[in-house]
């Protein structure tokens, strides 16, 4: 049973940083696809940055080059995704959450996950 645990999350002034940390197991697929996900306040849930068992990554154009996702010990039952978050805006409050995936897609739609973490907080002041 995969679960997905994450932390890290906290309030911050703009232009801080913060890293986001998700604890995984059971996560025992060849190919797969981790991602991060972020949903504010009356908005939907989107996609932030994913990593895929090919070793590319992905991120949104809203956080390109001020965000950084890694993930350690990728091809054990149990390894932990990593988003760094850099000079980070009032615009990139939301709750953030952990996904995983069986298969490399290369994607960042919600829809293609089947598992997620319940989230961690993340508020930025201006």
């Known amino acids: 049973q995969v679960q997905l645990v994450e932390s890290g999350g906290g309030s911050v002034q703009a232009g801080g940083s913060l890293r986001l940390s998700c604890a995984a197991s059971?996560?025992?697929?060849?190919?797969?696809?981790m991602a991060w996900f972020r949903q504010a306040s009356g908005k939907e849930r989107e996609g932030v940055a994913g990593?895929?068992?090919?070793?590319?990554?992905?991120?949104?154009d809203s956080v390109k080059g001020r965000f950084t996702i890694s993930r350690d010990n990728a091809d054990n039952a149990e390894s932990t995704l990593y988003l760094q978050m850099n000079s980070l805006k009032p615009e990139d409050t939301a709750m953030y959450y952990c996904?995983?995936?069986?298969?490399?897609?290369?994607?960042?739609?919600?829809?293609?996950?089947?598992?997620w973490g319940q989230g961690t907080q993340v508020a930025v002041s201006s």
């Open positions: 996904a995983y995936t069986v298969g490399s897609w290369s994607t960042l739609e919600t829809a293609a996950y089947n598992y």
């Open positions: 059971g996560v025992t697929a060849k190919r797969d696809s």
């Open positions: 990593i895929f068992s090919d070793g590319s990554t992905r991120y949104a």
